[in-house]
């Protein structure tokens, strides 16, 4: 069993509408839990961190976190074409373990 | 502020020869990882190092390494090179003790002949 698995997409939603990515991970013990977007050709870029149980929300983007189903999502609301883009699920699995494991990842295109 | 900076950016290599790459944090950022990626395995975890300490490292053979520096500046090694070495690799700094909310460069992408 993968550590961190995402819903393998790709993933293809209409401008305006609402991406829905989900992530599954292997640790209950699992600390904190991060989104990533990764455009092609370019470097991951943190957007979103969750630690607590519930939603957090940073303008179009609300994260989710359900410790107990151990699942962690991220909405994207008004979906623009400058999301698209590769969105990694990352987990802290330990604290003071001083890495991230990583999602395959979901690619997201929107269509203008 | 100027962000994490990894050189080469490119790098031709052939089976057998080491590679060392190289990693200048954002200025005040003490932690710095190295993930390799590739399309198979996707993002995979290195190393991490703090204040010229490594404190964890990730299920990758010996001919890998790295180190530290004073400065926080960071190099990794690659002996032996073999061609699935071919990747992406991926320096991030953090100005947290911590691990998640990392800066990433812009990588040196390894092609091994």
């Known amino acids: 069993q993968k550590e961190v698995e995402q819903n393998s997409g790709p993933l293809s939603v209409p401008e305006g509408a609402i991406a829905s990515l989900n992530c599954t991970y292997s640790?209950?013990?699992?600390?904190?839990f991060f989104w990533y977007r990764q455009y092609s050709g370019k470097s991951p870029e943190l957007i979103m961190f969750?630690?607590?149980?519930g939603d957090k929300e940073d303008g179009r983007f609300t994260a989710q976190l359900n410790k107990a189903s151990q699942y962690v999502s991220l909405l994207i609301r008004d979906s623009q074409p400058s999301d698209s883009a590769t969105y990694l699920c990352?987990?802290?699995?330990?604290?003071?373990?001083?890495?991230?494991?990583f999602g395959a990842g979901t690619t997201v295109t929107v269509r203008a | 502020k100027a962000g994490v900076t990894q050189t080469p950016r490119y790098l031709i290599k052939t089976r057998g020869q080491q590679v060392t790459l190289s990693c200048s944090p954002i200025?005040?950022?003490?932690?710095v990882s190295w993930y390799q990626q590739t399309p198979g395995q996707g993002l995979q975890f290195l190393f991490e190092?703090?204040?010229?300490?490594?404190?964890n490292k990730g299920n990758f053979p010996g001919r890998f390494s790295g180190r530290q520096f004073s400065n926080s500046r960071s190099e990794m090694n690659v002996s032996t090179l073999e061609l699935g070495d071919s990747a992406l690799y991926l320096c991030?700094?953090?100005?947290?003790?911590?691990?998640?909310?990392?800066?990433f460069g812009e990588g040196s992408r390894l092609t091994v002949l």
């Open positions: 190092y703090f204040s010229e300490t490594q404190r």
């Open positions: 991030a700094s953090s100005s947290r003790d911590s691990t998640g909310e990392l800066f």
């Open positions: 990352a987990v802290n699995m330990w604290t003071n373990d001083y890495k991230l494991s």
């Open positions: 200025s005040g950022h003490r932690s």
């Open positions: 969750i630690y607590s149980n």
């Open positions: 640790d209950r013990g699992s600390q904190s």
